[in-house]
């Protein structure tokens, strides 16, 4: 069983469109951490989000933390080709170990 | 770059020998760990340490072990290699920059096909 359940499984839009993935969990983490993973690479950290309502953003992409530190999202505005990749979050507990939804895959047609 | 490199990066073998796979880092961190990926499952923990000769199970450590006699360098092994374990494997460091939350970051990956 997954302890963070990533929805939607799949997405695929036009260039310039926006997209939103969501992380959900019935735990509370220490902090929430986003990876981006292209094939046959390993996966590489975008942000960690540490405050209950956080809000960070990184050019056109925008990470939210929910207030009870159980859920986060993260926004891609005006997506182009080179956001496409596989998105992973992932849960940091107390004891320093992650947890990781299955992941969004994420497809920007030109 | 967090330093971290895996050998081998791509490795066939048969069912039932037993194999290594490696993990060196060149930051002296003193958190490793070892996930596996497998499609609709993200990556999940199979072992962990927290310093030299300290290790400790994770998630899906059934059929695997670790050693960690150096800083620098922490080994996985399949004991007797079973198909279920064909996979990518992935090591990770943890880093605390700026004392907020700790952070993982990943090696490239070592592709194992057990036939």
């Known amino acids: 069983t997954q302890l963070l359940e990533q929805s939607p499984q799949f997405l695929s839009i036009q260039e310039g469109e926006n997209l939103t993935v969501y992380c959900n969990s019935s735990?509370?983490?220490?902090?929430l951490q986003w990876y981006r993973q292209e094939p046959g690479e390993g996966p590489v950290l975008l942000v960690t989000?540490?405050?209950?309502?956080e809000v960070k953003k990184l050019k056109r992409l925008t990470f939210q933390f929910g207030d009870a530190r159980k859920d986060s999202s993260l926004h891609i505005t005006a997506a182009q080709p080179g956001d496409t990749g596989l998105y992973l979050c992932?849960?940091?507990?107390?004891?320093?170990?992650?947890?990781f939804g299955a992941g969004t895959t994420v497809t920007v047609r030109a | 770059d967090a330093g971290i490199t895996q050998s081998p990066r791509h490795k066939v073998t048969e069912t039932g020998t037993p194999v290594t796979l490696r993990c060196h880092q060149t930051?002296?961190?003193?958190?490793m760990y070892w996930y596996r990926q497998d499609p609709g499952h993200g990556l999940r923990l199979i072992h962990y340490?927290?310093?030299?000769?300290?290790?400790d199970k994770g998630e899906v450590s059934d059929g695997y072990s670790v050693s960690r006699s150096k800083t620098e360098d922490f080994l996985l092994t399949l004991e007797s290699a079973t198909s279920s374990q064909t996979s990518v494997y992935f090591c990770?460091?943890?880093?605390?920059?700026?004392?907020?939350?700790?952070?993982?970051?990943f090696g490239p990956g070592t592709r194992l096909t057990v036939t």
């Open positions: 990770a460091i943890s880093v605390l920059p700026g004392r907020v939350s700790y952070e993982q970051y």
């Open positions: 735990s509370v983490f220490s902090s």
């Open positions: 989000v540490v405050t209950g309502g």
């Open positions: 992932a849960g940091l507990d107390r004891w320093n170990k992650l947890s």
């Open positions: 930051e002296n961190h003193r958190y």
């Open positions: 340490s927290y310093g030299v000769k300290d290790t």
